[in-house]
């Protein structure tokens, strides 16, 4: 089950996944709609995200 606790988070987040742009930075999508919701402004990826392959 996923969920902060104590400082980090046990699991990932459920119905989001993130890609990296061309311009190297992170975006992250609702799996559900497959609409972006955020990019991340330096390249570092979302924490707790899972990756698209």
Do not use: C, L, W
């Not at 606790?5 to 061309?22: E, L």
């Not at 992170?26 to 390249?43: C, E, H, L, P, Q």
């Amino acid at each position: 089950m996923a969920g902060n606790s104590g400082g980090h988070r046990d699991g990932a987040v459920k119905g989001r996944s993130q890609f990296k742009t061309p311009s190297g930075h992170y975006a992250k999508r609702d799996t559900s709609t497959g609409r972006i919701m955020d990019v991340k402004s330096d390249n570092k990826p979302f924490k707790g995200v899972r990756k698209e392959k």
